[in-house]
């Protein structure tokens, strides 16, 4: 009697709230590569399905950063002028001393840094995220135009392209890119205290201040995040573009976000999500305009389905959050 | 068709069923004209899904509910339910504030001059407001007000009227004095005495026994969803409701490890000398020592709460001297505050208090990860343990994994109090630490805190209950306007005493 009824629910309920759960994602991806693999011959060759991985972990990684900023209550609409800003000022690095590792160190110090001042300012100045984050937005990206002079910069070191073109036991090196990555945030988010830090700062901040949590040390350390695993997104870009580009990056922050919703966690109320949905969630989103492209739906539509299928994941998160009550 | 005697509410064998639970089993009792019943029984016994079922937002799977004779649909929505007569009050309450008084009142259902455009006849609207207030003789209420801005009790009077401006038959009222001071308190009960002088039949829920025997005639008590007992309360006693809401024997603490030890050579836990945030607190001094419960009496806005968390240091501005274990403690943020030993139970659980969505252990690890950890990465074995620990030590209902926001109030409150206990802390102040807990939970929080303080530590236990700080503090302090008002030692704690003080000083000030 103590307990609310659904602690005492049925085996079926549990499922159905498993299936819209984390498993839902899973599902989802199935049917849609079944739909695809029957309207199309060459959509689930090995060869695009390695397409498929390589298209997503540009997103799948900055998505990652973007699940710890949703799941400790905030946003960061920053990520995909991050991503441009440091590629522009890492690429220039590179250029000027021809070292690639210091480019890259470069890259990834500036990420964090960056992220590290949306921090600051959300968790030490009180601002809203959403507005900060959308005022570093312009920040990043007119700083990107105004070093690169809106140029793209060209003749990286080679290296760079080991990257994209390498592989190691058969898997491309970008995909081991995002399995390290992926291991990684899993690993911060369940195995470590600051993991469950993040989530009990994000379900309830107050709450989680009183209890004793540093909870402005973790919103900038979320922050940090975030511009660290888009640093890292920034150079696997450019190692597949071969260049630097201020415009790169554009409404990134909007597909990382996707790929959080998709994956279960909720923008609405922090506390709720996790990183493997995410992961599912940016698979999901590669598979789906790979695959429209395949079978020749032309961009615009692509826009049209995309808008569709993100409604679709918000109801079922709403839905989720209904039955789970 | 109603006679005068005639029940203007009954329920017959209501019946409500969750997956493995029978929330509410062939319950009928019924409520005359003009009659106050007390809807009584410890969390989880059913009551709320009774009252959740009469207003329309819970479906009964059996039985019939009769309003004036006539029997209700097993199926009506909340705003269908407000048209048979039923009106609902709850603790939270749900005035706009801002919109005015009178548009409160008349929510969608504001008095029209033309169809279309719909344009609002203020001038009707504001005297059919007045009228509403005035049959709770509330007419220093401006109907032009903006609610916001109006204190507490006005709102509720305000919520009161709105349900009375619908024609109410039945109002039921959830906890309503909550958040009232004792005089707020007595003028809702003169409320509810004019409400019954015109005929309304009341159902009313509260934790506080006192005022079950000062307004109520009948006492309705459920057990585990099914109905125990119809009192009449002017033949009862308070242990006996007690009984039959538990069905347990009553059992009065037992005070002597404080109290023994009050010889010279006791040691100071907390020396506080001048604290104040040149806000609220105006120089307050006191002392807690080991072994003992220190109470902090007096009404909401005499700053009680200011005061600890100032001191625990969950807000700024802090300046005086505090000694704490013989040292120099300055408070600054909570997270150094716990470190340092000095722990804080927030008077709101679901505000600031718990972590809802989250798991009962993880809240439990909060205050202190270091001890189920190995260097950054978190140990899901030891945290298990300490949940296993509280779970067994206060009864928590509910598994390790269990959402803290499923749980009933006592046992949320049971975790929030674990919580602190995990902590470590040398002196634990617990800011209202049974509100909204059944009796039965009550009494397992006192022994806690009591058992808690023992043990060379100390607590600081703040409450607006005057019968809580009688039963479970070695010392009160009452407060008022952010002072000290009066000192109460041993014998002097008595219901009448903190009472008196509280009152006396609070009509020496206005």
Known sequence: MELVQHERRTIGFRIKKQLLGGLGTFIGLFLLLAIFSMLSDVFLSAGNLQNILIQSATNAIIAAGMTFVIIAGQIDLSVGSLLALTSIISAQIMLDTGSLALGIVCALALGTLLGALNGFFVAYMGLPAFIVTLATMWLFRGSAYVLSKGQAIVGLPEGLRVLATGSFLGIPNIVWVMIVTYVACYFVLTRLTIGRKIYATGDNQESARLSGIHVKAVQVLVFSLSGFLTSIGAIVLMSRLNSAQPVAGTSFELTAIAAAVIGGTSLTKGGVGGIVGTLVGAVFIASLMNGLVIINVSSFWQQVIMGIVILIAVAIDKYRKKISK | MTQRDAPVLEFKQISKHYPGVKAVDRVSFSVGKGEVVALMGINGAGKSTL??????????????????????PVKYTPSEARAYGIGMIYQELSVLSELTVAENIYLTREFLKFKFPPVIDYKKLHEEARRQLSKLEAHHIDVKQKTGLLALPEKQMVEI?????????????????TSLTSEETNRLFEVIRSLKKHGVAIIYISHRMDEIFQICDKAVVMRDGKLVDQLDVRHITH?????SMTGKVFKRLDKSAGTNRRSADRKKLLEVRNATDRKWIKNVSFEVYENEVLGIGGLVGSKRTELARLIFGADPGFSGDILFQGKPFRPTVPHKSIRLGLGYLSENRKEDGLNLGRPIQENIILTDMKSVSTGLAWNRKKTNQVFEKYAAQMGIKGKADTIVGNLSGGNQQKVAIAKWLHAGCKLIIFDEPTRGVDVAAKAEIYKMIRDFAANGSGAIVISSEVEELVE???????????????????????HDNILSRITSRERKVT
């Open chain 2, 239 to 243: 242990d006996q409701l007690v009984e």
């Open chain 2, 472 to 494: 479970v503090c070695d010392r009160v302090l009452i407060m008022s306007k952010g002072e000290i008002a009066a000192e109460l030692q041993a014998d002097e704690i008595t």
């Open chain 2, 161 to 177: 009227a709105k349900a009375l401006a619908v024609d109410c038959k039945i109002l039921v009222m959830d906890e309503p004095t």
């Open chain 2, 51 to 72: 009252m959740k079922i009469l207003s329309g937002a819970e479906t009964r799977d059996e039985g019939e509910i009769r309003i004036d004779g006539k029997a209700l």
